[in-house]
């Protein structure tokens, strides 16, 4: 597995984390990366994406409080989450099947995530 997601932690309501996604990968530059979220007793879901040429989308429950970035320098995509909600309680994962994205369940491999939690 070649993306290992970080900077997680426990932070309360309203707060503000900004995850890292480190690619080991040659090719990251031209990779599409996507965040995605497994909260307990939930289905894993894409929660950001971007692009190789950097265009980006977000899920509904999302927009407006999290932005997805990339450093192709660093080999490194970026999910900066503020106002988090009880909600966003979840192991934090990231992945790429290359240029493009899969649905999650069809991955063959997942690194180790990183758990975020959101609790006064």
């Known amino acids: 597995v070649q993306l290992q997601a970080s900077g997680g932690g426990l932070v309360q309501p309203g707060g503000s984390l900004r995850l890292s996604c480190l690619d080991s990968?040659?090719?990251?530059?031209?990779?599409?990366v996507g965040w995605y979220r497994q909260g307990p007793g939930k289905q894993r879901e894409l929660v950001a994406s971007?692009?190789?040429?950097?265009?980006?989308n977000y899920a509904d429950s999302v927009k407006g409080r999290f932005t997805i970035s990339r450093d192709n320098n660093k080999n490194t995509v970026y999910l900066q989450m503020n106002n988090l909600k009880p909600e966003d309680t979840a192991v934090y994962y990231c992945?790429?099947?290359?240029?493009?994205?899969?649905?999650?369940?069809?991955?063959?491999?997942w690194g180790q995530g990183t758990q975020v939690t959101v609790s006064s």
């Open positions: 992945n790429t099947n290359g240029f493009s994205l899969l649905p999650p369940d069809e991955y063959g491999s």
């Open positions: 990968g040659v090719f990251f530059s031209n990779n599409a």
């Open positions: 971007i692009t190789s040429g950097g265009s980006t």
